[in-house]
């Protein structure tokens, strides 16, 4: 059992021999339909929006055009995509009683696309985290150009797919309405291998949660070092050094809390997802609460799309002013949308330096407005 798991669904691992206690959950599960449907639709309401300014702000500023930029973008695509396509048909799945009502294609369509977006998040997530180590380790290097990361989005979009393609192979759709029975079933399914299902969802773990969040705490201990030992002579360097680590300081932050807050989201889920392979009987979790405790994960590990908005307009200096700047353009005031949002004064244009601060002073490049823009595209 992975994220593609539909809950609710009518599971024959979730019934085994005790289809009453079964039933006797959906029907616990329906008495908190009024509590449940509420929060999965403030989920995708907050998502989509959410995710949708992030996208259109990064994809109409030029200057915010740079690797990480893209890469997040990539991340809110993946999180709209599962607000739009998986949130909704999976929570209106969890409350039908006859089972799948939407058909074959979308049956296939959503457990496949569930955990190629998981995959997508925890790959952009840990490139991200690769990203900005090169920034820290190598202030003067090359930036990456946007046709490479182009080319990095494509190959997490294609190895997702490729990690996912095992639950579409083993998903089963089951029209039983045909023979009397008010039961449709689209569920992933694995006959007599459930060896290795258990394989299959061990790597899961390990692939989509395990080693990426590994990647990024390695990466990010690593800048944390960097950052502390950096060091440089004189005190406009020192003070040059400063202004720049504060600014690393804060992209670090909100880089290290939007891992946070996937790695906690999906804990529960991943968990859950664990138990019932080892229980295929569900032994460990009472049958009559199995429903509410998988939707409960599932709402919680869906709300990780809603975050990254959130985090990203309150710590990223330059997305919060140019959202700010549409808004207010939106809203009819013209004279703050002819304001550019963040025209430094011409005191700090002319005095910003690009330093290698591995190097000292002798690797100052530039000190004009040209240097101080180069200097100061972090993100």
């Given at each position: ?71 997040i ?11 739009v ?21 979308l ?11 998981v ?141 946070l ?30 429903n ?17 908005p ?49 190097s ?20």
């Open positions: 059992m992975n994220a593609s798991q539909l809950p609710g669904a009518p599971s024959a691992a979730a019934s085994g021999n005790g289809s009453a206690e079964h039933f006797e959950g959906l029907a616990v599960l329906l008495q908190l339909k009024p509590l449940f449907v509420p929060l999965y639709a403030l989920l995708t309401l907050v998502g989509v929006v959410g995710n949708s300014a992030l996208i259109a702000v990064i994809a109409r500023t030029r200057r915010l055009h740079t690797a990480t930029n893209f890469l973008g990539n991340l809110s695509l993946s999180d709209l995509l599962v607000c396509t998986c949130v909704p048909v999976s929570v209106a799945h969890a409350f039908e009683p006859r089972g799948w009502p939407y058909g074959p294609a049956c296939y369509f959503v457990t496949f696309m569930q955990p190629t977006t995959y997508v998040s925890v790959l952009s997530l840990a490139a991200i985290a690769v990203d900005r180590y090169v920034v820290v380790a190598h202030p003067i290097r090359r930036r990456v150009s946007v046709r490479a990361c182009g080319y990095a989005v494509l190959v997490i979009w294609l190895l997702s797919a490729a990690l996912a393609s095992p639950v579409a192979a083993n998903t089963l759709y089951n029209d039983f309405r045909p023979q009397g029975h008010q039961l449709v079933v689209c569920e992933e399914l694995w006959y007599e291998r459930e060896g290795q299902r258990l394989a299959y969802s061990c790597s899961t773990i390990f692939i989509s949660y395990m080693l990426p969040l590994s990647t990024i705490s390695v990466s990010y201990c690593a800048i944390t070092a960097r950052l502390e030992r950096r060091a440089m002579p004189g005190a406009i360097l020192r003070q040059t050094q400063e202004k720049w680590r504060l600014k690393k300081r804060k992209t670090f932050r909100m880089l290290v809390l939007s891992a807050t996937f790695a906690i989201c999906w804990l529960p889920l991943q968990t859950f997802n664990l138990i019932h392979d080892l229980d295929a009987q569900v032994v460990i979790i009472d049958k009559r609460y199995f509410v405790v998988q939707l409960s994960c599932h709402w919680l590990a869906m709300s990780s799309t809603c975050y990254n959130f985090i990203y307009a309150s710590l990223h200096d330059k997305f919060k002013a140019e959202l700010t700047r549409r808004l207010l353009t939106r809203g009819g005031r013209g004279s703050a949308a002819r304001t550019p949002a963040t025209r430094s004064p011409p005191s700090a244009r002319t005095s910003h330096v690009h330093v290698s601060f591995a000292g002073a002798s690797e100052i490049l530039s000190a004009g407005r040209g240097g101080a823009q180069q200097a100061s595209e972090l993100l």
